[in-house]
């Protein structure tokens, strides 16, 4: 129903009525754990293209960790499909390079 905001300076309480509320928790994106292994940029956030690769062949990312602009929850929906569908690609094309017409005539 709404939130009580102290100020934190003079101690003021003052309340505020609200019929929703969108907690933001952060700003910087827990991605430290991929230092040295996926480029990331001074933010944190994992470099991507416009179809979601990371600079590590075959991993992918999407969201808020990735350095797409517009935080929100529909822009990540939409990054993740991307990342999903150029996953699959990916997984696709592998495999087709990987049968070889030597490779293909071994198995006739």
Do not use: M
């Amino acid at each position: 129903t709404g939130l009580d905001v102290e100020d934190r300076t003079s101690g003021q309480v003052r309340r505020l009525d609200l019929e929703g509320v969108f907690v933001q928790i952060g700003l910087l994106p827990d991605t430290g754990w991929l230092d040295g292994v996926i480029e990331r940029n001074r933010a944190g956030e994992i470099v991507v293209d416009q179809r979601g690769a990371t600079s590590l062949p075959g991993v992918f990312a999407a969201g808020d960790c990735a350095n797409t602009p517009y935080k929100q929850i529909v822009i990540s929906l939409g990054s993740g499909a991307t990342a999903a569908l150029s996953a699959f690609d990916h997984l696709i094309r592998s495999r087709e390079e990987a049968e070889t017409p030597a490779a293909a005539t071994l198995r006739a």
